[in-house]
T-cell receptor, first 115, second 106 residues
Framework: DTAVSQTPKYLVTQMGNDKSIKCEQN?????MYWYKQDSKKFLKIMFS???????INETVPNRFSPKSPDKAHLNLHINSLELGDSAVYFC??????????????FGSGTRLTVV | KNEVEQSPQNLTAQEGEFITINCSYS?????LHWLQQHPGGGIVSLFM???GKKKHGRLIATINIQEKHSSLHITASHPRDSAVYIC????????FGKGTHLIIQP
């Protein structure tokens, strides 16, 4: 069973379109994240959700909106796609315990190409 | 300046060599992570450490909290170890280094 699964794996779309990427984790973790990896392979956090509440929202355009229907799911919706949105988006999850964060697990990534 | 700095950026070595990748950080962290990413592949968490040393097979990770420095070592390196190794830290959401692109030649 895949611990953190993302769909789709590849997404090619035109500028101006709206698209969603889905993420689900079956680890029982209480925190989920979205990360963006740019063309230079540099990873940067976009959002973090803890028990369905947004706890980090870095300087991400408001065209990006995370949606968490429950703590096992964190979807990413992107409006009015731009060329610069082309990247690989990774979902991840973790659990907070008495000694800190543990069990950090990444999904396999969604390669978004905007044409 | 990135809050997590890794060195070297690129490393090519021969099979069997002992490999060291270094990471320095200025962020406040509860744990330091070492991640591995193969070309076109997903990200795998290798280690999470908040003190001391951890070992898994041929991989060893150490951290010095006072000096805000961590190292990842690979003993008896093999071509299948070729990947990008990323250091990351943070209290919740991670801040990443730019990665070390490691190539092990047969």
């Amino acid at each position: 069973d895949t611990a953190v699964s993302q769909t789709p794996k590849y997404l090619v779309t035109q500028m101006g379109n709206d698209k969603s990427i889905k993420c689900e984790q079956n680890l029982g973790h209480d925190t989920m994240y979205w990360y963006k990896q740019d063309s230079k392979k540099f990873l940067k956090i976009m959002f973090s959700y803890n028990n369905k509440e947004l706890i980090i929202n870095e300087t991400v355009p408001n065209r990006f909106s995370p949606k968490s229907p429950d703590k096992a799911h964190l979807n990413l919706h992107i409006n009015s796609l731009e060329l610069g949105d082309s990247a690989v988006y990774f979902c991840a999850s973790s659990q907070v315990g008495p000694l800190g964060i543990y069990g950090y697990t990444f999904g396999s990534g969604t390669r978004l190409t905007v044409v | 300046k990135n809050e997590v700095e890794q060195s070297p950026q690129n490393l090519t070595a021969q099979e069997g060599e002992f490999i060291t990748i270094n990471c320095s950080y200025s962020v406040g962290i509860s744990a330091l992570h070492w991640l591995q990413q193969h070309p076109g592949g997903g990200i795998v968490s290798l280690f999470m450490l908040s003190s001391g040393k951890k070992k898994h097979g041929r991989l060893i990770a150490t951290i010095n909290i006072q000096e805000k420095h961590s190292s990842l070592h690979i003993t008896a390196s093999h071509p299948r170890d070729s990947a990008v190794y990323i250091c990351a830290g943070g209290a919740d959401g991670l801040t990443f280094g730019k990665g070390t692109h490691l190539i092990i030649q047969p």
